[in-house]
Every structure is written in structure tokens, then in C-alpha cells.
């Protein structure tokens, strides 16, 4: 008689099995058949294993009355004395090696440019502080489908101790709704004096803000609105690393009421004169982001 057991193997290898076997249980699989059909089928289970096990018992002519053969690598059949036995190795010389498969590079290289990071954070943070620049918008309403830009602001680092403030209106043709105007002081008589084509600022802001990164808080608003902006005036898109400081807050302060800007700047203890009005939130983001620099929670 002849016992032949299966593990994780391909479904073809179980088929051929039934050709001359009956599957007892689950993967154990029973015959009786010549030396020579024995071995062909050992020789065809261990060329179509893959990465599944299988162990062979048959009857033999010694002691025991058995023997076996399997393809376990942490398990190996020795022979003592015409008898067989199985040792349990410790380490299975097939074993995969650890530390070459494509997600260990990964980690790795992440694991050394983290490092290489946190050395470039600790001798550079004067160039770091300085290649840096703070967003803000006002808009006519909460969608760019809908809504247009009437206000673009932002704010960059020219040196630890000097900032240049960059500010334009936008003349718009639809109304600027009342609680808009209510909320940031814009009207059409203010964007129509002093105000210019959506065209002209936005290749104003692009020179402004160059290659800098770019910090906002809820950034993702401002971004939507500044692509359809660019899209809308046949102009590529901006692609400046895009930094929101929100969900940076939200992690570092995990019990504030809410996270709307005012309630950010006085819990970090930071002055807005003027809140709904682009330049000075702008101003506002960029000494938020130096304080989470400072105490560790941002790295640009």
C-alpha cells in the first residue's frame, strides 16, 4: 500500500493523483501500485509542487515495514541502520532569505532616506525654513464649477527675519454674493478698481511662488480652485509640492473643538488680524507652519 499526502499544491497535481490514488481525506491520498508507477509519480509531484508539501509512505522490506520520502524542508529523512527516521532541522536550507524581496528594499530606502532626512533637517533648517511659501484664496462660493477666485495671496520666506507678500484681486462678471462680501470685505466695486483678469494674476502668482514648497491650511480647497483656475485659462497646472498643515494639527492637537483656522491660531497662539481676508491668513499659515517645524511636526 501506498499513502502520498498533499499541502497547498496545484489542483492539477491532486487530479493526476486520482488517476491512481483515492482521496481518503483532504489531501491524503491512498493506492496500491508498482515500485515503477511509484516513483514516476513521486518524480511528477516534485516538479509540479510549486510551493506546496507532499510526503510519500510505502511499504519496503525492512524492519519497520515502511519507509518514506517528503519535501518538507524543515524536515529531513535520514537513515540509520537500514531504518528510516525524520530530523527536524532548525533552519530549512531552502528557506527564503529574508530582506530580498522587493518590499524589504522598499522599507529600506525609506528607512535611509528618512535618515538621510532627519540629517539634512538638522544642518539645513535655514535653507529649509527659507524654500518655503503659504497659500490663500477667496472665493465666491464653495465650488470651482460654480464659484470664482476673487482673491489670491501668499507668503514666502526670503530670510528668517523677512517675508514678501504677494496679493491680487480678481475682476469677476458675476455678483459677489452678500456673505461673501460680508465675510471678506470684497466687493465688485473694490474688484473692479482695483482688480485684474484671472490671466495676469495667476502668471503674477506662478513667478511669485516659483519652485517653493507650498503650505495652506486645508490646502486641498485652494488647490482645486487654483487648477480649474489654470485649466480655465489654458495654463499648466502648478506642480510645487502641496503641503495641508490640517491633517499635520489634527494629529498633533487631537482634542480642539474643531479645526477651523481661528480656533487653530489661538490654540498655537498665533495672530490674525484679519481672518477671511487672503493675505493676512496667508500670513497666519506660514507662521503656523514655522511653529510645527519647530516643534518637530513638520519637515519640508
Known sequence: ??????????????????????EVQTGVYVGNFSARIRDLLWERITKSIGNGEATLIYSTNNELGYTFRTTRKDKEVIDLNGLPFIKHLKSSP???????????????????????????????????????????????GLKPVNSEIISISAVKMISEQQVEKFNRYIKIKSEVPPNIQKLTGLSNQLLDSEGESLEKALDEFQNFIGDYAIVGYNLLFDQTFLNAAFIKANKQIISNRMIDLMPIVKKDQKFLDNYRLATVLKNYEIENG???????????????????????????
Open 94 to 140: 531552502g528557506s527564503v532569505k529574508h530582506g530580498f524581496s522587493k518590499a524589504a528594499k522598499l522599507h529600506r530606502a525609506k528607512k535611509a532616506q528618512k535618515s538621510r532626512l532627519s540629517q539634512a533637517n538638522s544642518v539645513s533648517s535655514k535653507q529649509r525654513i527659507t524654500n518655503l511659501v503659504a497659500i490663500d484664496l477667496e472665493t465666491t
Open 1 to 22: 500500500m501506498i499513502v502520498i499526502t498533499l499541502s497547498k499544491v496545484p489542483m492539477s497535481l491532486r487530479g493526476d493523483l486520482t488517476k491512481w490514488c483515492q
Open 274 to 300: 484679519h481672518l477671511h481676508r487672503s493675505v493676512s491668513d496667508a500670513t497666519a499659515t506660514l507662521d503656523l507652519a514655522l511653529k510645527l517645524i519647530k516643534n518637530g511636526k513638520l519637515r519640508i
